[in-house]
């Protein structure tokens, strides 16, 4: 459990974490490397454990020394165990890296945050166009590359994150090249990119909507610092606006973070970028955000919606919400009802009335960035929030409460 005392007003310096949606990926990809990697800056989440433990059931030797990951890949197997699979949904990743380490794979279906149906069949069709056969057997994936990964031209109808990253790993050792045409663009995807290169990969176009993967034989290990993580980023900057604070980020790629000032700049706060750190000022009281649509990068993020949905909530004035990307993806919003929230949903839309104030409730994280809306609003309400299932929020979040403890709010673990 989460509890927080509220109000308060955040001030002071914080460090911005390692990206957990880039580490999933690198360490998926440092299995595809002879020899060393050595990962700085790696968040210390519950779904990098998870990562790492898919990496030792696989024969590889994982060590941990503050932020610090250092794997030796040398795999040996090349299934995953069901509970792994279950525990998170980016486990998915692993099927092109190990297919491709290891000429076959074996792993369950991806469980996950509950955000409504989450298929995999853009993985699963570009996968076969590389060259994988690939058949159900008892609510598992079997993996074949009989003849070997070979280049394909492959063209997504969603720029999937997760496929993207999938085809990438799959093709980066392999005869011939591969192209993918709309492509995701997210941030996460140029620095996985950066590393495959690094260790002698041929990648290019990453971050944008068009990659070309030139395939290579042998890939070996390399230093790689991961990227800040955006959505923590934008996590605290909500805090402090909720909480009319002022807070300075640092350790943060602010051009990571343009796409995501609107609702900021909408509300009545100040953001200074200043080189690798960010600067926010908030008003006494926020105005409404107005309008925020859920798009692939650099459109708004749907991981940063529910975040701003808090701010929404104690905003004066009527903030509109369209969720594109995911179809289960309000469920943060009874529990911000039970706050004192005015919020009225109808399929992907949400209205939101900013109400002068919040108030402090039992309330239950159901999802990742779900449960780190309440730990925003719990900050801007008045008295005790207790927020129960936790569990999701310490997958994405390194520390949060004593991050924003350090920050002035009284928050701890019960
Ligand atoms: C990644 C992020 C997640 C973020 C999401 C969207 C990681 C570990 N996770 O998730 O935090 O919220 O990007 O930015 O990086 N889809 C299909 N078929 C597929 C794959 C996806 O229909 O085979 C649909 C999904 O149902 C969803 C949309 O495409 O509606 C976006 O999914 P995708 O970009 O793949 O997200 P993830 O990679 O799962």
Known sequence: MIIIDGPARLSGEIPVQGA??????????????KGQTVLYNCPDLSDVDTAVKILEHLGCSCSRT??????????????????????MRSSIVFLGAILSRCGEAKMCFPGGCELGPRPI???LSALAKLGAEIREEGGCLVARAPGGIHGAYISLSFPSVGATENVMLAACCSEGTTVIANAAREPEIADLARYLNRCGGRIYGAGESCIIIDGVQELYGAEHRVMPD???????????????????LTGVDNAHIMPMLSPFEESGCVVRPLGGALNLMAPQRLRA????????????????????????????????????????????????ARMGASIKLEGKVAV????????GAP??????????A????????????????????????ENITGRLADLGARIREG
Request: with cysteine.
């Open 121 to 123: 069949d853009l993985h």
């Open 230 to 248: 955006r959505i923590a980023a934008v996590t605290y900057m909500a805090a402090a606006a909720v909480t009319g604070g002022s807070i300075t």
């Open 289 to 336: 955000v107005k309008h925020i649509r859920t798009m692939p990068y650099p459109g708004f993020p749907t991981d940063a919606q529910p975040v701003v949905m808090s701010m929404a909530a104690v905003g004066e004035g009527t903030s509109i919400f369209v969720e594109n990307i995911f179809e289960n993806r309000y469920k943060h919003a009874a529990e911000l």
């Open 374 to 397: 309440l730990v925003v609003a719990g900050l801007a309400a008045q008295g005790r929030t207790e927020i129960t299932g936790t569990w999701h929020i310490r997958r994405g979040y």
């Open 20 to 33: 957990k949606n880039s580490t999933l990926p690198l360490l998926a990809a440092a299995l595809l490397c």
């Open 66 to 87: 503050d932020d610090r990951l250092i794997i030796d890949s040398a795999p040996t197997r090349c299934d995953v165990p069901p509970d792994l699979m279950r525990e």
């Open 363 to 372: 309330v239950t994280a159901w999802d990742l960035r779900g449960g780190a």
């Open 352 to 359: 939101v009335e900013g109400v002068e104030a919040l108030h």
